[in-house]
């Protein structure tokens, strides 16, 4: 009995150690029951040790001498567990055909790391087996884990539950392609015939890992399989799942991994609404392209109706994203934007009709103009605003300043109507001493409507609006405006009486106010129509200039009040110079060429106009320094400006534009604008269409008339390079379809000169003359590169 268990743990021993030769002549020499119970801690069997080595020989062996080829061992390993795990089809195709259990189920309570670090002893037998990752799977979520197609293929075809689960409720096609490496073409071909395997038998697409949240879906979009994903998608897989923990769907991992082919396939499938779904922290997947660099994943997702202004929560919009990401930015977007103009006539009839989509800078859900001004806050340099250039941007621009140029016409006209009053008071008022109560009562109405004007915006956009120099100037000027139309009725009494020279301190505080209010309002009126398309690029120039002004007064600032202070000790009895402010201001004149030099350096007392030294010296240093040098910079600073402006002009002035048609659409979009019949009306002034048609010459709709005369040209000559580059296109492929003919043809004659180079005659006929091997040789040399060339 002792010398049979000897005999059985050699035997057990040597089919670990895969030693055929042994275990086969213990088994044929010295067979006993015993031999075919389990042993170890594990309670192995040699039913399971032959299985995973894949000895066919040694399973007919046991099996013939009574062997159960069902037994489990401890943790409820079957032979056919070991065989999937394994990938040997032939060792299941053997046990299948001979009853094998195929819902046999691992039954352990837990599976802990340090398992095999319990297995102690000299029965320590079956350490090399795989120990499951899980309670409860199967023989069937073995062989999909490992990636054994053909494994798979005959279990199915036995019947097996291919929506088996285990214990963590994870079923077979849920871990499809969980071993495969997207480089291997191999693996992964073995992992799409899994995927064809199991839809065909019915799985279940949509089960969801608990633990992500992914479906077998997530998992061919990531690993880039175009024909597993189309597979489950046609099987009825849902593409919309979100994962748990980062709330990715497929479209955001297929823009990542950048496989056009997937992507294609997925957009063709979910809705576009769902185009610009985000993550958990706002990320859309047109963002996931931008930072992976995937040029033709963004393209397509753009192409679809992705938005090229959705933000992430910090406030990443997608085109900083392009611009960081993409290389050559521009040149990229302006071959989208190209994209979006087209014609759909011959493209040599100029009559024929141009269309235009604006979806891709007004998608849907947004505001119309949410992409221009995400363009203008993500562009760094002037390279990136030359994108506003774009013919279609320009058309947009132009149609929607055609619709909102009636608020702001309407601001421009209270303000003139504001200005004329309060000039036209003063003139009354000053001149003739006449209250005239019309203009104070037009005065009060628009200095009202500005004041409520200017708080709406700041209420509405505080960051704004607050930050802006004409809030404020504007808000001063209505202020001011508003205090003189209801104090100054005394003043006229005064000028009738003849008493206005008076001083009274509350009449020159009104004529103060009067004369700052009278400024500050023309100021703000030519701020008003700088905005206007047709001016803005002149009072680009002049705030170009007068930025510039004060940049270098600030720098020189010290200089001036130096020479300001050096004159009021010097000249102490000029009256221009008597106080230190009188002294700054005539030095700041004098800068202009106003010296009057006789008066300063007059001798009265002796009648001598001879300079002192230093008064000389301190004179000459003030005609060199500020007189020539600062003034000859700031001029020279700001015609070289000019110049620059007269190069970007035409940018800045679109970037102006846009910037005024965005705050317009802002303001009016905000909720107190949502009543009924003003919420219509202000949307039938908002909105532009998002796809227009007309012809460059004809009759087009008279709401496009006002598209300038260039904008349409460079529309139509880009709807011509639009239509001459599809059909290049569809040229190529004919000619690549020719030249593919043409290769298989010359080939064809290429065989055939091989095989006709010693060719016999038929017995009837008589040898053929020498075949010249040099005339052969030379004629297949030709082939060859005609082939080369296509």
């Not at 119970?37 to 594990?42: A, E, N, R, V």
């Not at 938005?307 to 930015?329: M, S, W, Y």
């Not at 600073?637 to 007269?646: E, F, H, S, T, W």
Request: with cysteine; net charge positive.
């Amino acid at each position: 009995m002792a010398a049979s268990n000897e005999d059985h743990v050699r035997m057990i021993t040597a089919l670990e150690n895969d030693d055929v030769e042994t275990a086969t002549r213990i088994i044929t020499e010295k067979f006993d029951k015993k031999f075919l119970q389990s042993t170890g801690i594990l309670r192995v069997t040699a039913v399971h040790l032959a299985a995973w080595h894949g000895r066919l020989e040694l399973l007919d062996l046991l099996y013939k001498n009574g062997a159960d080829i069902n037994t489990t061992d401890k943790i409820g390993r079957c032979a056919l567990f070991h065989a999937a795990h394994r990938g040997n089809s032939e060792v299941v195709k053997w046990l299948l055909q001979r009853g094998s259990f195929t819902d046999t189920k691992v039954n352990v309570d837990s599976c802990s790391k340090d398992f095999r670090k319990s297995i102690r002893g000299p029965y320590s037998i079956g350490q090399q087996l795989p120990i499951p990752e899980c309670w409860g799977r199967t023989a069937l979520h073995q062989a999909v884990k490992n990636n054994h197609s053909e494994v798979v293929k005959l279990l199915v075809n036995a019947n097996t539950d291919v929506n088996v689960q285990d214990e963590r409720g994870i079923t077979p096609l849920l871990l499809a392609g969980s071993s495969v490496i997207q480089k291997d073409s191999i693996e992964m071909s073995k992992f799409v015939d899994i995927i064809e395997i199991l839809v065909s038998a019915k799985a279940s697409l949509n089960v969801i890992d608990p633990n992500t949240g992914a479906t077998a879906l997530h998992h061919a979009t990531i690993l880039g399989s175009s024909l597993a994903t189309k597979r489950l998608i046609d099987g009825g897989a849902c593409p919309l799942y979100q994962c748990n923990n980062t709330g990715s769907t497929l479209l955001h991992f297929a823009a990542s991994v950048g496989n056009i082919d997937t992507l294609l396939i997925l957009l063709e499938a979910i809705p576009r609404d769902y185009i610009d779904i985000q993550d958990k922290i706002n990320r859309t997947p047109l963002h996931r392209a931008s930072y992976s660099g995937h040029i033709e994943c963004v393209r397509a997702l753009i192409n679809f109706g992705g938005n090229l202004a959705a933000r992430t929560k910090v406030g990443v919009t997608v085109i900083d994203a392009i611009f960081a990401h993409i290389p050559k930015p521009v040149l990229f977007l302006q071959n989208i934007l190209d994209s979006w103009v087209g014609r759909n006539n011959n493209y040599t009839d100029r009559y024929s009709y141009i269309t235009i989509n604006f979806d891709i800078l007004a998608p849907k859900g947004e505001l119309q103009m949410g992409v221009i001004n995400s363009l203008i806050a993500a562009a760094s340099d002037m390279e990136h605003l030359t994108l506003l250039q774009h013919p279609l941007v320009e058309t947009f621009l132009w149609l929607k300043w055609s619709k909102l140029r009636v608020f702001f016409l309407s601001l421009v006209f209270v303000h003139a109507l504001l200005i004329l009053s309060l000039s036209g008071y003063s003139i009354m008022l000053l001149q003739y001493g006449i209250d005239s109560v019309l203009l104070r009562a037009i005065l009060t109405c628009c200095s009202c409507f500005l004041l409520f004007h200017n708080m709406v915006q700041v209420l509405m956009l505080p960051r704004y609006y607050l930050k802006r120099c004409e809030t404020w100037l504007s808000f001063a000027c209505a202020a001011m405006s508003l205090v003189i139309s209801l104090n100054t009725a005394n003043i006229a009494i005064q000028v009738k009486k003849g008493t206005l020279n008076l001083p009274q301190q509350s009449s020159q505080w009104m004529l103060r106010f009067l004369s700052v209010s009278i400024l500050l309002g023309w100021i703000q009126m030519m701020l008003l129509i700088g905005r206007l398309p047709i001016c803005g690029y002149y009072a680009l120039m002049f705030s170009t200039v007068l930025k510039n002004i004060l940049k270098v007064l600030l720098a020189f600032v010290c200089l001036i009040v130096g020479f300001a202070l050096s004159f009021f000790v010097l000249f102490p009895e000029n009256d221009q110079f008597r106080n230190s402010w009188r002294a700054v201001v005539k030095t700041v004149v004098m800068m202009m060429g106003e010296y009057e030099y006789g008066a300063l350096f007059s001798d009265t007392k002796n009648g001598s106009s001879f300079l002192p030294a230093m008064d000389g010296v301190v004179f000459l240093a003030f005609v060199v320094l500020a007189s020539i040098v600062l003034m000859n910079l700031m001029i020279g600073l700001a015609v070289n400006d000019i110049q620059g402006l007269v190069k970007e002009g035409h940018i800045r002035q679109l970037l102006k534009q846009a910037e005024f048609i965005g705050h317009i659409e802002m303001l009016t979009s905000h909720r107190i604008f949502r009543n009924n019949w003003l919420h219509w009306l202000i949307e039938s002034r908002r909105n532009i269409p998002t796809k227009i048609t007309f012809r460059y010459y004809g009759n087009y709709p008279k709401s496009y008339l006002s598209i300038p005369t260039m904008l349409r040209e460079a529309l139509f000559l880009l709807a011509s390079k639009q239509s001459l580059r599809n059909k290049s296109l569809v040229t190529n492929v004919a000619q690549e379809n020719n030249h593919t003919q043409l290769a298989a043809l010359l080939e064809e004659v290429l065989l055939r000169l091989k095989t006709s180079s010693y060719h016999t005659t038929t017995s009837t006929r008589k040898i053929s003359k020498p075949f010249n091997m040099f005339k052969l040789v030379r004629r297949r040399k030709i082939i060859h590169k005609n082939i080369k060339k296509i």
